[in-house]
Structures are given as C-alpha cells and as structure tokens.
C-alpha cells in the first residue's frame, strides 16, 4: 500500500515561491505517473501538473505553466512542486498523487485515475 505525505505549504505573499514535496513510501513504489492537484475553498479539485515517473516526462495545467516546476527524485521516491511567481488565486490545498495507469497523452489522465493520494498542504497566496 502507498502512502503520500505532502509538506512544504505555507503562507506566502504574492510573487514569491514554495517548494512542495511529497514522500511515497511503500513496499514497492513504481508509479506510471505521479502528480499535483489542488482544490481552493468551495471549488474542484483540479490538475496542477503530472509527471512520467521513469522518464521524467511533464504536462502543466495552462495556470501554471511557466511559473510552476514538477520533478522527481526516483531513489529518494519523492516528488516536488517548485511554486513561483506565486499569484492569489493559487491559494488552495495541494494534493500530490501517484497512478499506475498510463495514458498516451497526459492530457488524458482524470483524477480518478490516481489510486493513491495525500492528505494535502495548504498554500496560501497573500496581496
């Protein structure tokens, strides 16, 4: 069974940056793919970013990109969001998840797709 524990949330004003992670443990943890979700106060979750976790392959949500950067470290089995230029609107709790399904296209990958999450780090943008 995998467990995910995400750390790294905090309060940040706005333009600045946070680095999440997210260590997996587990007796055998070889994901297809992980990735970052978040969910603001009374809205969906939604996708952040995803990663290949062999060939370290990436798709970002149109929001972040170029702002944010999902990586890996395969024999720490852990997996980061570097957060910058950090706006309010990324103010949410921020999921990371791991699933063995794989899809041709990441764009394809929905939230049910991930067998396994953690319980979340809360991120807060300050004006």
């Known amino acids: 069974q995998v467990q995910l524990v995400e750390s790294g949330g905090g309060l940040v004003q706005a333009g600045g940056s946070l680095r999440l992670s997210c260590a997996a443990s587990g007796r055998t943890f070889s994901p297809v793919a992980m990735g970052w979700f978040r969910q603001a106060a009374g809205k969906v979750r939604e996708f952040v970013a995803t990663?290949?976790?062999?060939?370290?392959?990436?798709y970002y949500a149109d929001s972040v990109k170029g702002r944010f950067t999902i990586t890996r470290d395969v024999a720490k089995n852990t997996l980061y969001l570097q957060m910058n230029s950090l706006k309010p609107e990324d103010t949410a709790v921020y999921y990371c998840a791991s699933t063995q399904t794989y899809r041709t296209y990441f764009r394809d990958y929905l939230p049910a797709d991930f067998g396994s999450w953690g319980q979340g780090t809360q991120v807060t943008v300050a004006s």
């Open positions: 990663i290949n976790w062999s060939g370290g392959n990436t």
